[in-house]
């Protein structure tokens, strides 16, 4: 029976300290991944992309998009009815960065879909994003539950990571389960404001972190989030 498969390392406690305030860590589906997404170049524009669906379960939606637009230079917004697949598929191809946030589902159990919820009347499944072309240095998925997935035969991972990085993003930044929504506005600020700064994805995610728990303690607020 397939399952979903949760990696959380960084929140490992040794009854002082989480293993993620040692080291910044990043995760990957296999060493070959890693090896050819840390050696793609980096795309030349320096452009942004940010995406917000908000819905009435994910009332922080547009106060994230509004946070992270004012971080990032040259960013393009589109929310609501306006953040559609084919924006995606026409502005994501030349943006350094996007952001997409969205009520995330997962639905538990399948081996065929996984998507960021309601894209106007559509929605964005794992194939979708086989036939895209999106050579981001990262994408960033800040709804519930983006970086769930699915194992299959041959011990394959089908989740939306994976069908992001088909796409040829370097990176992909997501969640580990169900996020609060406040919190996650605050953190994405924090993650790229840090990111302006020094370009190690997984340090900025580690930065951030530690900036998050002194508001936030619980790990369900801050251990959700990885790249």
Excluded at 6 to 28: K, M, N, P, Q, V
Excluded at 49 to 70: M, Q, R, T, Y
Excluded at 84 to 105: M, N, P, S
């Amino acid at each position: 029976m397939a399952s979903c498969t949760i990696c959380r390392f960084h929140a490992l406690f040794d009854g002082e300290r989480y293993l993620g305030d040692r080291f910044s860590i990043s995760y990957t589906p296999s060493a070959s991944v890693y090896y050819l997404c840390s050696t793609k170049e980096a795309p030349a524009g320096a452009g942004a992309l940010i995406l917000g669906v908000p819905d009435p379960s994910a009332p922080f939606i547009l106060d994230e998009v509004k946070a992270v637009g004012s971080v990032l230079s040259n960013a393009e917004v589109f929310t609501g009815a306006e953040a559609t697949l084919e924006v995606l598929r026409e502005k994501g191809a030349h943006c350094r960065w996007v952001h997409i946030a969205t009520h995330g589902l997962v639905p538990p159990g399948t081996t065929h879909v996984s998507h960021p919820s309601a894209w106007g009347t559509s929605q964005l499944s794992l194939f979708d994003l086989y036939q895209l072309n999106l050579p981001a240095e990262l994408v960033t998925l800040s709804g519930c539950g983006t970086g769930l997935n699915v194992v299959v035969g041959g011990d394959e991972l089908l989740g939306l990571v994976r069908g992001f990085l088909y796409a040829g993003a370097q990176g992909v930044l997501v969640t580990l389960w169900d996020v609060n929504d406040q919190s996650t506005a605050e953190f994405m600020k924090l993650f790229y404001e840090h990111l302006k700064t020094n370009p190690n994805k997984a340090q900025a995610v580690q930065y951030a972190t530690a900036e998050i728990r002194k508001k936030y303690a619980h790990p369900f607020y801050w251990a959700p989030f990885c790249c």
